[in-house]
């Protein structure tokens, strides 16, 4: 038997005693080396390539006006379900009537409940927000310079701003209509109410641009000084998804969702035809040509109903958290 330890002795001809069991039985002695040998490289080969599972991107879900953290769990949950290794948070502030604290003042807080996601997350996250919180959400990206943010679902969101009556518009501001509302909130008062800020009148577009404090400076359509910055770290988003329909019923034109909006004749224009859009004004048509917009137009869901219906979720949501 060969020993990995012998006692080295030698005879006449200089060989040692395990030197001459290995020459006296060549065949099986060096099969055991080589055997030896292939059993320690296939070991090291198995034991390098065995690498820990890639932890999901954590999903940050956003609720909006007038909701709160709970009108999200059913998202979640669907979420969850779909990939169990997913951290999925829910942001638990501005909710309710809170939620018409003015964008800015929601913005920052939310960013700073994001940050610790963000910074424990070296693939970044991807952000589903929901409406109002859409909007907020774009607002966020812009103006945070370091965000990990993958992918940025908006569902149905008023991203060029809201123009209609609906139920909302009543509730808050019982004896205005569509045509006057202007009056309200292009005025320093207004513009400290969240949906004031987001307030686009097809008809008064110089008042909006002198007045608006949120959206016509985010859109660059109004001076800001910081806007090449805010571009810039708005394009650090991987992949941009956009989901609204016909049926939605709240978002005023529901083509808000998908940045198209009023002409002065309030016919409805595409996200192409918008000046945002042609001019690049925050790097709308950069992610577009970049082949990192994705715009889906879903029928028969009503605005409520957005994140609680899982054929939405199942369809447009989860197929991009990755």
């Known amino acids: 038997m060969l020993r990995c330890c012998s006692t080295n002795r030698r005879d006449k001809t200089g060989l040692s005693d395990s030197t001459r069991s290995v020459r006296m039985v060549p065949g099986h002695g060096n099969f055991f080396l080589l055997s030896c040998l292939f059993l320690a490289v296939t070991l090291s080969i198995s034991f390098s390539s065995v690498t820990p599972p890639i932890q999901p991107r954590p999903v940050v879900l956003i609720h909006g006006v ?16 779909a990939h169990p ?29 994001i940050r610790p996601i963000v910074n424990s997350a070296p693939n970044g996250i991807h952000l589903i927000c929901y409406s109002q919180g859409g909007l907020m959400c774009r607002a966020m990206l812009a103006t945070w310079p370091d965000h990990k ?7 149905s969101a008023p991203q060029m701003g809201q123009y209609g009556d609906t ?6 501001f019982p004896g205005h209509v569509k045509t006057s509302l202007y009056r309200a909130c292009y005025t320093s008062v207004g513009q400290d109410i969240s949906v004031c800020n987001y307030w686009n009148d097809p008809h008064h577009q110089e008042r909006y641009r002198a007045s608006s404090r949120f959206l016509a400076m985010l859109n660059n359509q109004s001076y800001n000084q910081k806007s090449q910055e805010w571009k810039k770290n708005f394009l650090r988003v991987q992949r941009l998804v956009l989901i609204g329909g016909p049926d939605d019923g709240v978002i005023t034109p529901w083509q808000s969702s998908h940045f198209g909006f009023y002409d002065s004749n309030e016919t409805v224009e595409d996200f192409k035809n918008q000046e945002v859009y042609k001019n690049d004004s925050f790097g709308l048509r950069t992610l577009n ?28 949501i989860i197929p991009w958290l990755d």
């Open 289 to 316: 040509l970049h082949g990192r917009l994705f715009v889906y137009s879903v029928s028969g869901v009503h605005h409520t109903k957005w994140h609680r219906n899982e054929s939405v979720a199942y369809n447009y």
């Open 149 to 155: 943010v993958h992918t940025f679902i908006s569902l």
């Open 85 to 113: 290794r997913t951290n999925v948070t829910i942001i638990a502030k501005y909710d309710y009537l809170y939620s018409l604290e003015p964008m800015w003042k929601q913005v920052a807080g939310f960013c700073d409940s």
């Open 167 to 172: 139920s909302y518009l009543k509730w808050l």
């Open 66 to 81: 007038l909701d709160g953290p709970k009108d999200l769990r059913s998202l979640r949950k669907v979420i969850e379900k």
